[in-house]
């Protein structure tokens, strides 16, 4: 059974970008983050859910901040 599923603009643009061919639907893609997700430990999951809420937090650096921060 197939079903339609409603998802934001900005969601539909970030699942564009992961197409790796043109043709590539987005259940494939979908499919994919499933996958990949099935795969991580809980330990793993921990860790993504902190990353994610530092970063929604602007606890983050930027990677040129980082450099300079390094050669002082």
């Known amino acids: 059974m197939e079903t339609t599923i409603q998802i934001s603009q900005e969601l539909l643009e970030r699942l564009r970008t ?3 061919y043109d043709r590539e639907s987005y259940e494939n893609i979908i499919w994919d983050m499933v996958e990949d997700r099935m795969e991580f430990s809980e330990q793993t999951k921990k860790n993504i859910l902190q990353s994610e809420k530092e970063i929604r937090e602007g ?7 980082l450099k300079k921060k390094r050669e002082a």
């Open 18 to 20: 992961m197409k790796m």
């Open 59 to 65: 606890k983050i650096v930027s990677l040129e901040e």
